[in-house]
């Protein structure tokens, strides 16, 4: 059986190193703000080109906070786009914002730069592009917009660590930039964990503070905050996980170029590949218009998948009433169209060969 993903596989190359973490990190008895997280948003900070990083609990807080750092107005409206993951919705929805949905490029999956422009109004305040499967949005294009109608950007790179255009990598386009370290992630660590990255050193500081009950002092409370601290284990193994993060990217690269290759493009649809844009390949995903029975036969076959995602976020139940009525066509067609394959940092190249081998024969 070909897996789709296998995180005890996944993290095999660095259980040794994690022992030691965690060894020390037991000896010191130091379990919450401590040096592990000074140094993983030190060198997080210096890997994305930004002067600050500061670690959260997951992915969710991180683009939340990051609205609150900016402290628009209520009922603020943040353009997004109509077929990312339920959580840069609820991010807008629980800062007590509105997202306003703005169609993708059918080709890359990512906000399409040239409908932006219709849906601001005098309510728009932010941008959210989010760096679908690991390649980035069109971000010189999208700064480009923000400048000209003085709009913030804030990037959702939960997919993209590592990812980059023109040289420039995910998390230093925007004003600020919310990570998400899940698992399965490139940069995964082994629980949840989140960051935002900035230039800004007010933001920095501010998101720091929210993320401690508001407090910049032990029991003294500035501003409304709540608990999301990046505990030290997660940043420890981290920061391990991170000295290889460019070997993770690049061997997905080498796989998903096997795809690129041996996949036939009158079959399946492919992701697109610009010389300019480094994609990190958190997800390879396919469109196929029998993409239902397309995973049933691979499955037959041992073969697992996944769809990221079945279900735009207009149609799910959680927002009904707030989102249901934005139609997103686009989003529709490739939600009911995508499938992701087998790319894991544990995965061969004869294992995605027999897989390019299946897909062929179907």
């Known amino acids: 059986m070909i897996e789709y993903e296998n995180l005890a596989k996944l993290n095999r190359p660095f259980i040794e190193k994690y022992k030691e973490k965690f060894g020390a990190i037991l000896e010191k008895g130091w379990f919450i703000l401590g040096d592990e997280l000074s140094n993983f948003e030190k060198e997080f900070a210096e890997y994305c080109g930004v002067k600050y990083c500061v670690g959260l609990a997951n992915g969710l807080d991180a683009l939340t906070l990051s609205l609150a750092a900016c402290a628009f107005p209520e009922k603020s409206e943040i353009l997004v786009p109509s077929n990312t993951y ?52 069109n971000m010189a294009a999208i700064m480009e917009i923000a400048d000209r109608h003085k709009l913030k950007i804030i990037e959702d790179a939960a997919q993209a660590h590592g990812a980059s255009l023109s040289g420039k990598k995910a998390g230093s386009w925007g004003d600020l930039t919310a990570f998400s370290f899940y698992p399965t992630k490139n940069l995964g660590a082994l629980g949840d964990a989140g960051a935002v990255t900035t230039n800004n050193e007010a933001y920095a500081d501010k998101i720091k503070t929210l993320r401690n009950y508001g407090s910049k002092k032990k029991y003294y409370n500035d501003i409304i905050g709540v608990n999301s601290r990046l505990d030290e284990l997660q940043a ?7 000295q290889s993060l460019d070997k993770i990217n690049s061997h997905k690269n080498k796989l998903a170029a096997i795809y690129n290759d041996e996949l036939p493009e009158e079959k399946f649809i492919k992701p697109l590949v610009d010389k300019n844009y480094y994609h990190v390949y958190h997800i390879y995903n396919i469109r196929h218009n029998e993409r239902d029975r397309l995973k049933e036969y691979l499955d037959t076959r041992g073969i697992k998948t996944d769809i990221h995602y079945p279900l735009a976020p207009n149609k799910q139940k959680a927002v009904a009433g707030i989102l249901d009525a934005q ?5 529709d067609e490739i939600h009911a169209t995508t499938l992701s394959l087998p790319i894991s940092f544990f995965h061969s190249e004869s294992e995605i060969l027999s897989v390019c081998k299946a897909l062929k024969e179907f």
């Open 236 to 242: 420890g193994f981290l920061r391990i996980k991170l």
């Open 327 to 331: 139609e997103a066509l686009i989003a």
């Open 86 to 137: 339920i959580a840069t919705i609820l991010a807008i929805i629980n800062a007590g914002h509105t997202p306003v949905f703005v169609e993708p490029n059918i080709k890359t999956y990512n906000i399409d730069e040239n409908l932006i422009e219709k849906k601001i109004t005098p309510k728009t305040k932010a941008i959210m592009p989010v760096h679908l499967y690991g390649r980035l949005c």
